[in-house]
């Protein structure tokens, strides 16, 4: 089969365990998985209206931050159980489109209101990011071999065990100077910002080959869940990095 050539074996397993649809109408598709995604997408702007509105509303002001931890902690277990539950994405992809809509919606409102205009720009970049990914892997500029695959995600898991050790430094009042508006806090930024574009390079693949495998037809929803956790990590990044670029210039 043709994904077996890909240069991507570890799909194998992934694929395998979810099986083939016995009838090629439901079977996975790209332009499937790109409706999905769209949909996803306008969740995740309408959680995000939400929270933005209500931040510039007296009578609901006090709601965004109760919102931003609803959208934290419900999103992460939501996604959770999407990753180890594949069948279940039909379901909660939706529900995790919202919830991260509410985080975004927080986090861009509350930095767009000490940086102007911040926010429509690390939209339009992390957008601009996303057609040049897809253009490089469109023509092949970029491939998803299983080395590429291997270096991208473990330079992933690094930036998670980052995330991990920064969060509970700041439990004893330790601030990670990765987070400051230095030049070293920006070339980590930019760091993680690339790794983060590069991680598309690994969702389209795995779109391409479901699609190819003919996947059942909720593994659309699967690659569309996958795909918006990356857009998602991208943007938040992007938006880190101009604010602190944003500082740094004050």
């Known amino acids: 089969m043709a994904l077996f050539k890909s240069g991507n074996p570890s799909l194998k397993n992934v694929f395998e365990k979810v099986g083939q649809a016995t009838d090629a109408s439901q079977a996975m598709t790209v332009n499937g998985t790109i409706g999905k995604t769209g949909i996803l997408l306008a969740l995740v702007a309408s959680g995000a209206i939400v929270t933005w509105n209500m931040f510039g509303s007296p009578a609901y002001s006090g709601l965004v931050m109760p919102l931003f931890w609803i959208g934290l902690i419900g999103g992460l277990i939501t996604a959770l159980v999407v990753t180890f539950k594949k069948e279940l994405a039909p379901y909660l992809s939706p529900v995790y489109a919202v919830l991260e809509g509410f985080v975004l919606g927080g986090i861009s409102v509350m930095l767009n209101a000490y940086y102007p205009g911040i926010a429509l720009q690390a939209i339009i970049l992390t957008f601009a990011v996303t057609t040049i990914m897809l253009a490089l892997y469109y023509f092949k500029v970029i491939r ?93 990044e992007i938006l880190r990095l101009l604010a602190k670029i944003a500082a740094s210039s004050r």
Do not use: H
């Open 144 to 236: 998803a071999t299983q080395k590429f695959r291997s270096v991208v995600i473990i330079a992933t898991g690094a930036i998670a065990v980052f995330y991990l050790v920064s969060i509970i430094l700041s439990f004893f009042g330790i601030t990670s100077p990765a987070y400051a508006a230095t030049p070293l806090g920006i070339g980590i930024s930019v760091f993680i910002v690339v790794i983060a574009a590069l991680n598309l390079i690994l969702d389209f693949d795995f779109i391409e080959q479901g699609s190819e495998y003919q996947a059942p037809k909720f593994m659309e929803w699967y690659g569309a869940f996958g795909l918006m956790v990356t857009l998602i990590w991208l943007y938040i």
